[in-house]
């Protein structure tokens, strides 16, 4: 597919100010699409527009994706700017995934995991669809290999993120033939050097993180970006309902308290 196959279409992905979607709208761009980086941090949403401004057009907008006022406004402006969505990209979340011990957690704060990690995927999604349906569009979800395994203490961002498997599958079946949805889960993913300006940090591994993952190194944003651009693109046009996991074969590997 040439770079201008793409170029009427638009691409909308929330958390794109930084790591993961800071990538993603890098590599939607160098397809021809029209990106909207949309985040509720605007500070990393203006600094992403205007570091890739020069491959082509994108847009910084405030969204805050566990709000559905901001959700329906947000996608409101879009359609009234653009005319049309083909593509979503639910990336926005709590990175995060530990917390305290499951008898400490508060319901609060395991209801914010919900309300961003889930929730925003619920409503990004329902108030995308309308639109998404008439250009043959597709939802992509970024989940996370802890859908799948855990470690100690992060019962509230296991839950999420396997809620969001689930929707895949569930939205996929529901919204077929029009619109396709498809889910990534990220491993170990190295984001410091994708964040904003001032929270930018050099990302430093030792040996034996390295050795964890069979390909030799640690995960880079731009590995979920390339995955997702393969998604969006009507090459993916018989995937839809899957679950793609991007982590190095770390997941595949048997643990025995070592690294070799």
Known sequence: MSHNSYSQKVALITGGGQGIGRAICHGLLNQGMTVICADIDMEAADETAALYSDIGTIHALSFDVSDESSVQEGLQNIIDEFGRLDVLVNNAGISTPFTDPIEDLSLDEW?????VNLTGVFLSSKYSLPYLREQKGCIINIASTRALQSERDTEAYAASKGGVLALTHAMAISQAPDVRVNCI??????????????????PMHSPADLAQHPVGRIGQPHDVAYM????????????????FVIDGGMAVKMQYGDTQ
């Open 185 to 202: 889960s990220p491993g170990w993913i190295e984001v410091g050097d994708w964040q904003k300006s001032r929270s930018s940090i050099e």
């Open 111 to 115: 209801q914010r995991y919900l309300d």
């Open 228 to 243: 997702v651009c393969y998604l969006a693109t009507d090459v993916a046009s018989f995937i839809t309902g899957q679950n």
